[in-house]
């Protein structure tokens, strides 16, 4: 629910479709900035992004789980503070996370 997030947290993710995903980093992060180099242009062997996402803050009254969605490879960008970044998946995005994802874009 958005009453149980800052508007600083409140990011603009979601499944662009099944290999696409848009991602937003921390309002404060900059292309220039050492963590925005890292998300762009770091393709090193030992920099991975993984993937993690859930579909509601709480299940039932207690914590949602987070849904491994695989490896993430940079893609594209734009914007600054935040930038948002499209990676590309290594494995489809399953078909459950699209539909949630495609009630929630905020374009």
């Known amino acids: 629910m ?3 997030y800052l508007p600083s947290t ?3 993710d979601y499944a662009i479709n099944s290999g696409l995903f848009n991602w937003e ?3 404060i ?4 900035s050492p963590t925005g180099q890292r998300y762009i242009n770091d393709r090193s062997e030992g ?3 993984l993937l993690f996402v859930r579909e509601h803050k709480s299940d039932y009254g207690v914590t949602a ?3 491994f969605l695989g490896n993430a490879r ?3 960008h734009r914007g600054s503070r935040p930038i948002e ?6 494995h489809p995005i399953p078909e459950k996370i699209l539909k949630e994802s495609n009630l929630r874009v905020v374009y």
């Open 2 to 4: 958005e009453e149980d």
């Open 10 to 12: 409140m990011y603009n």
């Open 25 to 27: 980093s921390q309002s």
């Open 29 to 32: 992060t900059s292309p220039e």
């Open 47 to 49: 920099h991975k992004v």
């Open 65 to 67: 789980p987070y849904v």
């Open 74 to 76: 940079y893609h594209s």
């Open 85 to 90: 970044i499209v990676w590309s998946m290594d």
